[in-house]
Structures are given as structure tokens and as C-alpha cells.
């Protein structure tokens, strides 16, 4: 899948859309969704809810694990995607078009540089998953969407 | 640890997560769709983790009815059963599955990966006074599993064996492709009809591969730990360290099934007779979440404002298309239609208990 270069992206893999308005549009990246597998369920902020960069705002439910959405900007939501919260499936799919999360009219504050661009994201997936290599000797899930809640090896027989 | 079959697992692009010391696949297409393969269609197992342990000895008949809940001594040749391995106080050690090998005076005991070393030397510690050899033969057999209702179809396609007339929970030895040593037997942990196969582990791959390919026009698929961990959910079927413990007695659990409290006298007995007589303090249930968010393992159970039991497993159900859960709640607590609220990261989310299991196969 093609990551879109206009957008910007953070750790713990999000991404964000910033429109010359000053429109901030929000989702989760492939390789998150990749990660995750098996997305189930999602629980959204309702829009007029303030958000602050680096702070979870919601969260995502795979069959496995769940993980934290965190806001990569400061602002004010405007909009949720009602279609892809009664269809999650839409994120497997096109996580960056029909499968956005919200929009957020941006704050004075709201500090973009910090985020990463498309080839520096891919970057620091590799590194990622170099580390994780090395670290298990062999791939792995872990490191996947955040260090919120890792792979359990007691969920299995 | 690696099992014989780990390289076909990397080839055909799973993801692989360590297991208790092995590396398995977690799933190889997605847990969902691989879910619905084997409640639909067929699919197949990578087994090898799982502990399997030879008794033999002149003895093993009176060894086994000591460390056993079910009696070893009436089980007839062929016979797979369910029993437990107990503590003194009754409560889990591991849960595993006999199998009566009257004809080559031996039994073969399946035992979970994460309790293995421990069985061992729990089994070695209370053989003592017994002629018995304990032998663990994990690494020189391999374990393929083939689940779902086109299972009897599969294996007579792939493997040109007709196992149709063999009855739920028995084994029989047969020749599977070019081996003479394999055991076949109609046992699952999915909730389906379905066979699980011993073949020695230089075989394993030719075994595997040619199942895979002579029935994934079938629709068969292979199958991770994800969905086995779904699918067994569904079923209720207990997972060791979640279920089950040794904070945790079969009749907590209620699995009563498998302890048989009037044979000869065997490890942990007392107790549960004590425990049948007075009443147990907890009791396994299931329920359903009247929303959306998923409950985990270790969660806290509430009900009427208190906290009443611990989450055992959670997970969504891709036949129910819902999350589902079983906890540990107490008695007074444990009637089908009781609401309870459960604790998901600081939010307390009504649910209601339900009869187990969740899924039931058609018959």
C-alpha cells in the first residue's frame, strides 16, 4: 500500500492530513492495521471534544488485543467517521481514504514538525522491526501498535 | 523451541509468536476468517508444542489412578478420556487427555506446552513406590489436528483413510502415508467434529503438506493459535492458567465431567469431596457484553455494585459476531440472567450471564 506524502506520521502510528483550512484529518496507518489484524471494534471521541497531541483519545479493538488511539495534534473535533465505526472492515481496506477516524480543526499550538513523513515513517518501521528481531530472534507481534497492552502468550493453548 | 513444522509455518507467511518457549503461528490469513474456515469447512493444526508423554511400566494402571481424576483402571482399549492432574487441596496442576493403549500395555497422555516440565516432575515426584517409566516423547511425535465438519472428508481425500465409523473421544493406530506409526483420534478443542494425529516428527511436514494441498479446494485452511484460542472460547472449553489453575478445582470450574470421586483413591480427592459437601466459593460462568468493547483476561466482575470474580477469558466471537466472556463470579452470583458489569480499562460495561457453551455445533 502507498502512503500518502502528504500526510505526516507519528510513533505510535497514526497519521494526520493537515487541508490549507487548517482541517486536520486523523486515522491509523496500514502497518497498524496490519499489526492489529482482525480490527472488531472502535471507540470514538464525539466531535466538539478537545484533543491534545500525544494523549489517547480513543481506542482500537482487534480479536487479539486492543490499543490506544493518541492524538498526534492539538485541536477540536469536528467530525467522527459515523460509516467506519459501524464498519470496521473499512480499515483493512482503505485506512487512509474511506477509513479516516476524525477530522480536528487545528489549535494555535498544534505542533506538526515533530511528526514524521512518509519515508522517515517507513524508516522507523524498519528499525522497529530490526530491533524486535534482534531482541526475539525471530519476528514477532510485539512492538506492534503501542507498548499499551502486548501480545499475551497466556491467551493461547 | 521450534517445532517440526515451523519452517511450513514461515513459508506460507504466518505470524509467528513465542509460546511458552515456541515459536507458533498466531495466524496465517486472520484469526476471523480462519475461524469460520474450520466452523464451516476444515481446518488444520500445528500441534507439536503440546506435551505428550508415554507411561508404560507394570504399574501403570495403579499410577495413573493415583495421579489421575478418571479411572484409569475401567478404561477400555482405544478410549480417550479428559482428567486432571490435582494438588493436595484439589486444585489444577494441568488438564490433559488419556489414551488407553491396552493392546501395547501403555497410555499416552497429551499435556499442555506451559505445563509440561512441570507434569514431569510432578508425575516423576508421585511415582515413587511405583514400577512405572514416565517417558516424554514431545519432540520425536508431531501433532496435526485437522477441526470443522468436512474433517471425515479431508482426511479421506488427503490421506486416503476413512475414519467415518470411529467414535467421538477414541484413537486407533493406522498407516498414514508411508508411516506405520501414526495414531488418529476423534478429539478436538474446537467445538467441531474433528481428528487429532500423532505421526513421528521426520514425517510431519509430508503429513501436513499433503493435507494442505489435497483439501484446500475443500476450503481447508491452516489454522493459528488465534483462532484456536476463538474457537475453544466459543466452545467453553477451558485454557489452562486462565480457566483453570492451582488456585482453581475442576468443580469451580464445573467440570465435574472428569473427576470421578468414588474410584481408588487418587491426589486431591479429599479435598474435592470436602468441597462437594460444603459448597464451592466460586463458580465459572459465561456472559455477554450488551455492548461493543471487548473483555479481557484478569479483568475485574461486577455485580449489584461489588466485586464478585475475575475475568478468565474474553474475546469477540466470530460465529456470535459479539464480544463474549467466562469469569470466575461467586455462587450466589453464577444464575443464567444475572448482570453483571465488567471493568474494561476503567469503565464499567453492563454484561449478562448466558449458558455455556456459546457455540454448540448443528448436529
Redesign the interface.
Known sequence: MIRPSEAKYSETHEWVIVSKKGEATIGITDYAVKQL??I??L?LPKAGESLEQGTPFG?V?S??T?ADLVSPVNGKIIAVNKEVLENPDILHEEPYEDGWLIKVKLAEKSELDSLMNAKEYQEFIESAEEAVEEK?D????KGSKDDDED??????? | MKTPLYGEHVRAGAKIVDFHGWDMPLQYSGIVEEHHAVRTRAGLFDLSHMGRVWITGPDRKAFLNRVLTVDAGVMKHGRCRYAFFLTERGTVVDDLLVYEDTARDRALLVVNASNREKDLDWMGRHATGFQVRIEDATSRMSLIAVQGPSSVNTLKRSLDIAPGDMKYYTFTECPILDTNQAILSRTGYTGEDGFEIFVPAERASAVWNAILRRSASDGLVPVGLGARDTLRTEAAMPLYGQEIDESTTPLEAGLDFAVALDKPDFIGRAALQTQRKDGVSKKLVGFHMAGKRIPRHGMDAFAEGVKTGIVTSGTFSPSLSRPIGMAHVRPEHAAVGTALEIDIRGRREPATIVPLPFYRKSK
Open positions: 489484524s482482525d472488531v471494534h471507540e481506542e479493538e480479536v487479539k486492543v526475539e525471530g519476528p514477532s507481534q501480545i499475551d502468550e497466556d491467551d493461547f493453548v
